[in-house]
C-alpha cells in the first residue's frame, strides 16, 4: 500500500524546500536534544496547526494532540495516561517555561459532546469516557452572553483542564516556585486570530492589540 501521492510530494518538497536548508538546525537538534520554548496541548482537529500558527521553528514547540485538547486531573494509579506522561515529560525532563492550552473554534470533541453526550451513554467508548472530562463543565453566563453557547463551552473546556494541571502536584510546584507559567488561548479558524485567558478576570480577550 503506498502512501497517498500528496504526502510523497509533500515530503519530497520537505525534504528539498526546508530540510537541506536547514541541514545545520536539523544537526544540531539531533546532537543537542531539544530545548522547547514551551509546551502546547492542542485538539487532534485538522485544522489547528500549532507550529503554522505560531510560526514556530523545528524544536521550539513540545506538543501533544488529543481529542478536545482535555487534560485529565493528576491520577497517579491510572495505567494509560498519554496526555499525562506528556505533561511529566515537559515539565520534569524538558523544564518548559510555558504550557499553553490551546482551544479553537467549531471543535468537534467539545460539540459533540454540548450536543447531546451529557447524561446519556457514549456511542464510541474511547471518546465518551475521554468527553466524559467535560462532565464537571462551568461555563461563564457572560461568555454565552457574549459569544453564544458553542464558544462558551470551549473556553471552558480550557479553564478547565488548565485547573487540572494545577492538580499535578509537579505542575503546582513549578508554578509556584515561578519556573512555569500556564497559560489558556482559543483560536479562531476563520479569522486565523488567538484569543488569552486573562488569568485574574478569567475572561478570553485579543492576544493582540488591534
Ligand atoms: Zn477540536
Redesign the pocket.
Known sequence: MQLPKTLIEGHSRFLRDRHAPERGRYLQLAELGQAPTAMVIA?C?AR?DVSAIFDAEPGALFIVRNV??LVPPYEPEGKYHGTSAAVEYAALTLKVPHIILLG?SH????DTYRRGLRGKPPEHGFIGSWLALLDDLKLVESDVFAYGDELAFEFAAVRSSLANLRTFPFIKKRVEEGLLVLHGLHFDLASGTLLRLEEDTQRFVPLMET
Open positions: 485538539c482537529d489547528v478536545a485538547n479553537h471543535c468537534g470533541g467539545v
